[in-house]
């Protein structure tokens, strides 16, 4: 991304070879500067930063809408992965959800269950734990979604991301790249190769 394009900065100098003949004989070099790299981030690492780390982020399919509005209010969060009674994943529920499918249509949450409203496991896009963030973005913008559950080669949900641990885990590349570059520019920081 910005790192890697960045992390090389070519610089040209220009010397005389003689006093008396500097206007003649002009000789450019060139030097890479190469900046330590902060590694390309996947979703794990959005995942291990996000708030939905640190909580059961799940809710049966069975459970009323009302407790998975109890639970987006306790924790703070929009969107929660569904579960069967298999405890296998089977969809996610949002606010979204939740405003245009109960709210809207007069419903009440007390009644209806999670299954009725939560987008189902057929139509659900998910993302592997190490896809790049990039990828991660795409997936989110392409289907105008802001939550991703994360999905192993087993078929298990391991973990699920939002838009904001994707955009935090940006600025924070940037904010390396822009400190890397700083750092070079007083001339802290980096190497240069021939």
Known sequence: ?????????????????????????????RRTMVAPKLGERDASYAWNKSCYSGMDYSIGEDSTVYEAVEKFAAYNVGC????????????????R?????IALLGET??????????TKVANLVTASPNETVDACMAKMLSRDIRHLPLV??????????????????CLEEKEHTI????SFAVGEGGHFVM
């Open 152 to 169: 192993d080669d087993k078929g298990e949900c391991v973990g699920i991301i939002s838009i904001k641990d994707l955009i935090k885990s």
């Open 97 to 101: 959800d939740y405003v245009t499918k």
């Open 179 to 182: 400190h890397s570059l700083a």
């Open 1 to 29: 991304m910005l790192a890697s394009c960045a992390s090389t900065f070519i610089r040209s100098s220009v010397r005389a070879r003689q006093p008396a003949a500097a206007a003649a004989a002009v000789q450019i070099s």
């Open 109 to 118: 949450g007390k009644s209806t269950k999670v299954k009725q409203i939560s």
């Open 80 to 95: 929660l992965v569904t579960k069967d009674a298999d405890g296998k994943l089977s969809g996610v529920v949002s606010e």
